[in-house]
């Protein structure tokens, strides 16, 4: 039997979005996963998302990186599951559903979908990067030339090294742009590879670069390759809550598996 999908992209970081309501997707086959994010031999993404049933929310997030493995929190895929919800018509303007993190809220007007992320409690500061979990774990490090640098092979580094061999991490190069904006290059576990954007990447530059006092507010602005994205939160001193990362969230096709 066919199976109809929907690509949806976020800032450029591209999901297949499956109906998995009637729990007809088999999502213990990796290599079937694996396949269709595939960008040579399959749809194409940067990871797989099914929307299904949930006895107390909306609906429940279950999202696989495109390597065919089940994930921590997507950000950017998680805002275009709520788009797709809306398309569904199971909800209209506001949201609360269950990702693998617990539930978020949402809302969406215009195509813009702002959804809540997780609160921040620990930032691990030290003198070339900063650690810490928006729902995915992030390094960020700032960096004057992103253009201009290798990000693979720098992210790598990162990545593959003694501290997070056992569970790796995202890893995002930051460069301020003016008082409230960034720049954002991003490396995601699971994809192996840049993403055009990554949110819980741009939620953890945003709060990182707070925390650092690179800038005032609790409003900040970031430029992703494949787009720009808004982050809001309220600051406790260490402790970062009401987080939301807002952005647009689009349909690109519809087609047949």
């Not at 990871?47 to 990186?65: A, Q, T």
């Not at 909800?91 to 959804?115: C, M, Q, W, Y």
Request: net charge negative; hydrophobic share 35%.
């Amino acid at each position: 039997m066919a199976t109809t999908f929907y690509k949806y992209q976020g800032t450029g970081n591209d999901f297949v979005i499956i109906d998995n309501r009637s729990l007809h997707f088999d999502k213990n086959d990796t290599n079937r996963i694996k396949s269709i994010c595939d960008r040579r031999f399959g749809v194409g993404a940067d990871g797989l998302i099914l929307l299904e049933n949930h006895p107390d929310y909306d609906f429940k997030m279950v999202y696989y990186n495109s390597d065919g493995n089940e994930s921590t929190m997507c950000g950017n895929g998680g805002r275009c599951l709520v788009a797709f919800a809306k398309f569904l018509g199971i909800i209209e303007s506001e949201t609360v559903f269950e990702a693998v993190d617990g539930p978020h809220r949402a809302r969406i007007n215009k195509g813009i979908v702002e959804l809540q992320m997780l609160d921040v409690e620990e930032i691990d500061n030290s003198s070339d990067h900063s650690f810490l979990n928006t729902g995915s774990p992030h390094v960020v490090v700032q960096h004057k030339n992103l253009d201009e640098m290798d990000i693979l092979n720098e992210a790598r580094k990162i990545r593959y090294s003694e501290r997070f061999k056992e569970k790796g991490t995202n890893v995002n190069f930051v460069k301020k742009i003016s008082d409230d904006t960034f720049a954002v290059r991003t490396y995601e576990r699971g994809v192996e590879d840049e993403t055009l954007s990554c949110g819980t990447g741009v939620t953890a530059v945003g709060i990182a670069m707070n925390y650092l006092k690179m800038f005032d507010g609790n409003e900040v602005y970031i430029q992703t390759p494949g787009g720009n994205l808004m982050i809001r939160f309220n600051n406790h001193g260490e402790k970062y809550t009401n987080v939301w990362l807002i952005g647009p969230a689009k349909q690109v096709f519809k087609g047949e598996l």
